[in-house]
C-alpha cells in the first residue's frame, strides 16, 4: 500500500467550475498535510496546509482535513486555465527532532477555457 | 529576499560517476531537505539536515550522502551513479530547526545519467 495515494488523473474541468481533488495516507502519526501545485519542468509551489481536522480557506482554494478517514482533500473553485498543473498531496510526520514528508504522485488538472 | 538556490540547473553524468548538487536555504531558514523526483511521480525524501547532522533519512541507500555548512547550506553526493538516478532533485528549506515544517523548495537540479 502506497504511504499517500492520489487518483493520477488527469481531472478535466471547464474554466469557472470547481476541481476536487483527494488524498488519502496510511501514517495515523501523521501531523501535518499540504497541498502542491507543480507546473511541468518547475518545482513544487506551496498552496495550502493544514494540521487539524475541518476546512481551511485561502483565497479560492479551500482544504480539507478527516484524520479519522485518514483523508485530505483540495477543493478550487472558479477554477481557471492558469490552475492547469498537478497538485501534490503531501504528508509529514516528525521524529529524531525533525520531520519527513511523503508526497503522492500527483494529479494533474486541466482547465479547459 | 532571496529565495532556496540550487546549482547546477542541469547536469549530465556517465554510470559509474559520482555528484555533487548545492543548495542555499531561504534566508532565515536552518533546515534543508533533499528530494528525487522521477519523471511522472511525487519527489521521493531523501534526508534532512539541521545543525550540520542528519535527521532524518528516506529509502534510499548509502550511496545518497549528504552534508550540511554552518551557514545552513546543503550538499547532496551521488556515488556510483546508476540510470536510475536520472532525475530532478529538489532542496526544501525550513525554519527554526524544523520545528516549523512548512517547506520552500528551490528549483531543482535536473541530473541525467547516460
Known amino acids: 500500500q502506497k504511504e499517500v495515494e492520489q487518483n493520477s488523473g488527469p481531472l478535466s474541468v471547464p474554466e469557472g467550475a470547481i476541481a476536487s481533488l483527494n488524498c488519502t495516507y496510511s501514517d495515523r502519526g501523521s501531523q501535518s498535510f499540504f497541498w502542491y501545485r507543480q507546473y511541468s519542468g518547475k518545482s513544487p509551489e506551496l498552496i495550502m496546509s493544514i494540521y487539524s481536522n475541518g476546512d481551511k480557506e485561502d483565497g479560492r482554494f479551500t482544504a480539507q482535513l478527516n484524520k479519522a478517514s485518514q483523508y485530505v482533500s483540495l477543493l478550487i473553485r472558479d477554477s481557471q486555465p492558469s490552475d492547469s498543473a498537478t497538485y501534490l498531496c503531501a504528508v509529514n510526520s516528525r521524529g529524531n527532532g525533525g520531520f519527513k514528508t511523503i508526497f503522492g504522485a500527483g494529479t494533474r488538472l486541466f482547465v479547459k477555457a | 529576499d532571496a529565495g532556496v538556490t540550487q546549482s547546477p540547473t542541469h547536469l549530465i553524468k556517465t554510470r559509474g560517476q559520482q555528484v555533487t548538487l548545492r543548495c542555499s536555504p531561504k534566508?532565515?531558514?536552518?533546515?534543508v531537505s533533499w528530494y528525487q523526483q522521477a519523471l511522472g511521480q511525487g519527489p521521493q525524501f531523501i534526508f534532512q539536515?539541521?545543525?550540520?547532522?542528519?535527521?532524518q533519512r528516506g529509502n534510499f541507500p548509502d550511496r545518497f550522502s549528504g552534508h550540511q555548512f554552518p551557514n545552513y547550506s546543503s550538499e547532496l553526493n551521488v556515488n556510483a551513479l546508476l540510470l536510475g538516478d536520472s532525475a530532478l532533485y529538489l532542496c526544501?528549506?525550513?525554519?527554526?530547526?524544523?520545528?516549523?515544517?512548512?517547506?520552500?523548495f528551490g528549483p531543482g537540479t535536473r541530473l541525467t545519467v547516460l
Open positions: 539536515y539541521y545543525e550540520e547532522e542528519e535527521r
Open positions: 534566508s532565515g531558514h536552518d533546515t
Open positions: 526544501a528549506s525550513s525554519p527554526s530547526g524544523g520545528a516549523v515544517d512548512t517547506q520552500y
